[in-house]
DNA sequence: GTTCCGCATGAATCGATAG
DNA sequence: ACTATCGATTCATGCGGAA
């Protein structure tokens, strides 16, 4: 099957409207915060921040499938000495509109931007909102397992041996079939704590995060042959890995800048198909002459 | 100067009036949360927490100083497939009542509780609000500092060398100094992200919170001969390390059984100061014959 | 005196069963 | 239908006893 990606160049609000109802299977990203990336994104003051986002996260709720899943990577700043509460209003607005607020991950960023101040460290986490438009959804936990920490290497060992011997001594007790089970645990399932590094190769994006973060969401919620969207593509990280791990994507940006970036990283065989002019709102395609027009 | 250990037995919105206006250096504690410790504390109900910790909240509001610092521990539990809300809300109420709401820690639990759900990972952190009274306000950043990763170490060591020999051979240049400077920087200032085990250990009590948590915030937001408060004490560990700090400290706890657990814990040469019977709301001190009686 | 191993025990969460 | 209780699941940690 042919995996596609599709680019939007336009306001997210409205270029949102051409998608289907439940057609997407994970969203991710990354928006601008409040009052950030000024020069690229027009930087939306924290008191209206709110009201900004629930026109999108309202699209985002009708194109998102059932089983689908959004996450939402977005971090309050310190405005005059106190932690702003846009992204706490943000949650309870968006229960509001239907969303479940099911999880907060916490995106631990080891190298965290340098600096010192007289009353505050450096702020090294980030939030990784879970919303979910069911109570079941997808969920794919074995792709994403970490090996299991050094207690169980030396212990588990050991008894795998003994407990082999009891195997065959007395077959068909079930005992040894049990242990088995622990044995070959090599694996066990993460926590809700990213450890990451952010990136710091990235010159043209200001703010873009590592791969290891949409790859991470993209194992844990998509299988081959689903849709991610990335209403916020910025230098389209996520478009990047989703198809290398061959889930179709969709992409948009109001910045043509990055959406030229997007569409030149494209692979020049999927280029031809398309038309030559970049239009607001128009669409293109990677590996498949289909096109989303307006 | 003598140190002090006060406590009182009784509900914290009714003892915390006897203490004086704007007295407190730092408040740290870890209040029951919501439908949890129905053993000990009840367990209050989810949609009527806020209501309980505001009366509370702003007591404590009026006893700690200007320049004093409020760091509350708490994390929402998951209620029908999603995450409370009443931590949002409270910190959203705690600001309307004049508390500043500067930053928020995570403490990373190292070891968190096992389990697996079909659309779920463990819970591995949670949340240290802190709240001022005012923007500016004591804070040691010094006292914290922690070692330079390994990475640095060796890095720093291989440049010493090397550039001890450009220092000899090129003097008078200022540029050996320079590096000097960097190789003696073995200590860095920490971030908001704190990584800590819970102790397991329980003897009487399950002290969920381990000793390492109030002492780093007591090294950070105090110094000798201040004053610590836990309104909900439980085992006493904050008072404990207060004291080994030489803080002077302030507990409280509805739990008789906990009372008495904590009385017993100090010292036998400052119990007899005391008078033998314990009463509801009476306190008692360590080290000190200064009672605050009803 | 070390090092190693066995073990209990968590501020958990879900689904089923019972009143 | 709606709440209360219970069992099953799972992994890092420190303590105590043993080699």
Redesign the interface.
Known sequence: MEITTHLYLGDSKEQLTQIADNSIDLIVTSPPYADQRKNTYGGIPANEYVEWFLPISQQLLRVLKPTGTFILNIKEKVV????S?YV??L??KM?QQGW?????F?W?KKN?YPG?W????????ERLLQFNKE???N?Y?EEVMIPVGDWAKTRLKKLSETDRIRDNSKVGSGFGKNISNWIDRDMA?????LHLATECNNKNHSAAFPEELPTWFIKLFTKENDTVLDPFMGSGTTLKVANKMKRNSIGIDIVPEYYEMVYEQLEPTARYLLEPQVKYGKTKSKRSSKVRGK
């Open positions: 005059n000495g106190e932690r509460i706490m209003e949650i309870l229960r479940l607020w099911t999880e907060e916490i631990h965290s010192k007289p009353n505050r460290f450096r702020d090294a986490w109570r079941t959804f969920m936990q399932y993460p926590t809700n704590v």
